[in-house]
């Protein structure tokens, strides 16, 4: 299992934690995601290292922005 901590900016709320943590779930291979809105980071543990333009386009689809990791 591999854990990364990615960061994600305008997310402010449940709803938001709630839509980067759909998107992201949705990439293959990912096992779990935490999301906190007051610190903008965002816990994911994958089976295998993930390829970051899929868990930045993840990111985008939900509205957000990731700039890079935690």
Do not use: F, N, W
Not at 9 to 37: D, L, N, R
């Amino acid at each position: 299992m591999t854990t990364t901590v990615y960061k994600v900016t305008g997310m402010t709320c449940g709803h938001c934690e709630s839509a980067v943590t759909s998107e992201i779930s949705a990439i293959g291979g990912v096992t779990s995601v935490a999301a906190v809105a007051a610190t903008g980071e965002v816990t994911v543990v994958s089976e295998a290292p993930l390829d970051d333009a899929a868990v930045r386009a993840a990111v985008d689809e939900a509205g957000y922005e990731l700039v890079g990791q935690g």
